[in-house]
């Protein structure tokens, strides 16, 4: 039974974590909002010391600031932080690429057929979350299979970086991401061609640093 306590407390703190920084990637929670741990843990249905430690975390990840004894909030869009992870976040998806994509089922790549499917539908109704849903569906079968935690681990820390700017863009009807260029990954993957896919993988992450940029101006 003493097992089930630390269990508990993890699960307690990535709820908050979770809930906090999906609330912050999807503007819920704005650019430069003050955030309290009192209020959150209220709202949220938890005791403040989760709440507290998912700050930290966020904080460690670029989507709080916080000045001791005075504030914390959530940190602006920054096109060179938005830069910086795409490029972070993209040598990681060509990595993981180039060792799944020897190893990929045939039932791999039609789950990736099936994603890309739901992504540009949601593209073509103005859904931004199942678009984004079904891009990370896609490329997490990719990640999944190659087995690499130290990259899973660093895609999922940089990633909502990006998703702040890409779910804006979104937003304001434009396309971050090509079902076209998914398309031509999949094919890559079906053909068990890798350096056609790391290719594509590249053009894809290297489009979503572009973005950063046309943000910057």
């Not at 929670?29 to 709202?43: F, M, Q, S």
């Not at 998806?93 to 099936?114: I, N, Q, S």
């Not at 593209?123 to 999944?144: C, F, K, T, W, Y």
Request: proline residues 3%; charged residues 30%.
């Amino acid at each position: 039974m003493e097992a089930l306590r630390p269990v508990h407390r993890t699960l307690l703190r990535d709820r908050a974590y979770e809930a906090i920084r999906d609330a912050i990637v999807a503007g819920e929670i704005g650019p430069g909002t003050l955030v309290r741990d009192a209020e959150l843990a209220e709202r949220l249905g938890l005791s403040r010391a989760p709440v507290r430690e998912a700050f930290t975390r966020l904080v460690d990840e670029g989507l709080l600031e916080s000045k001791p004894q005075s504030y914390t909030r959530v940190t602006p869009v920054v096109a060179a932080d938005v830069r910086d992870a795409a490029a972070v976040v993209g040598a990681m998806h060509e990595l993981v690429t180039r060792v799944a994509v020897p190893r990929l089922f045939a039932a791999d790549v039609e789950a990736m057929r099936t994603a890309n499917e739901r992504f540009a539908a949601a593209v073509g109704s103005g859904d931004v979350d199942a678009a984004l849903g079904a891009d990370d569906e896609l490329h997490d079968i990719l990640v999944r299979v190659s087995g690499n935690r130290a990259a899973a681990a660093t895609i999922a820390r940089y990633t909502p970086l990006i998703r702040r700017l890409e779910r804006r863009r979104f937003g304001e009807g434009g396309n971050c991401r090509s079902a076209g260029l998914h398309e031509q990954l999949i094919e890559a993957c079906a053909d068990g061609d890798v350096d056609e896919a790391v290719r594509v993988t590249a053009e894809i992450w290297r489009g979503l640093g572009a973005l950063a940029d046309e943000e910057a101006h």
